[in-house]
């Protein structure tokens, strides 16, 4: 049980409350591995270049969300592994305070698993991302285990998403699937096409200019 602390009666407003600025840096420990930093990085990375005409997100790994009731910086917060918020500025960003934007909470979640993580991702945050937050799409993935799920909320409850016949959970907010690639989780289109990286570009890229090589055709003039 959390008790309220005292407000002053002639105010209404808690006397030990600390309006901070908006700037606050996160809280984040280190990540787990060197495979959550890629996992991270790989999410990152790919959905930015997808959207990169796109002014109207904010993305991040690893960000501490403030989200006190009484804006202060010493409790309720959270640090998701990844996640996206909608219709905001596509800005820096030292940490998430709710409060400095518009009340707004993450539309996606992922967590990444781990041995000492998975009890609380897949229940401490994740009612607290339903409840609280009401972030719409959420996911988990272990890298190790290659566990993958995703949850919809409908009705303020979290509902199983369902695989299609690629293994891939569809994310509403994304208008994208996300599904296991060689061992990590990637976007894929709604034509279920890989969302490539820009080493898997420009890998794609020599191969069809050592193609149109073989036909005599130089690239270049293309």
Not at 37 to 59: K, S, V
Not at 61 to 86: A, H
Not at 160 to 185: A, C, R
Request: hydrophobic share 35%; glycine share 6%.
């Amino acid at each position: 049980m959390t008790i309220a602390p005292e407000k002053n009666p002639q105010t209404g407003i808690c006397q030990d409350v600390i309006f901070p600025p908006g700037d606050i840096y996160s809280d984040e420990p280190p990540l787990e591995s060197d495979l959550h930093l890629r996992q991270i990085i790989l999410l990152l990375t790919c959905l930015e270049w997808l959207w990169r005409d796109r002014n109207d997100f904010y993305a991040a790994g690893n960000l501490t969300i403030y989200y006190s009731p009484y804006q202060r910086k010493s409790e309720f917060f959270r640090g998701p592994d990844f996640f996206v918020v909608l219709g905001c500025d596509r800005k820096t960003r030292k940490s998430w305070v709710v409060w400095e934007e518009h009340g707004k909470y993450p539309n996606v979640i992922v967590e990444i698993l781990s041995d000492s993580t998975a009890d609380t991702d897949k229940n401490l945050k994740k009612t607290i991302y339903q409840d609280t937050f009401r972030t719409l799409d959420y996911f988990w993935f272990d890298p190790n285990t290659l566990e993958f799920a995703g949850f919809h909320l409908v009705d303020g409850e979290y509902q199983p998403l369902q695989s299609n016949e690629h293994g891939h959970l569809w994310s509403q907010q994304l208008g994208l699937y996300l599904g296991v690639h060689e061992g990590l989780l990637r976007y894929f289109t709604p034509e279920h096409q890989l969302v490539p990286t820009l080493e898997e570009m420009a890998q794609q890229a020599e191969r069809l200019a050592a193609k149109l090589r073989e036909l005599n055709i130089d690239p270049n003039t293309i």
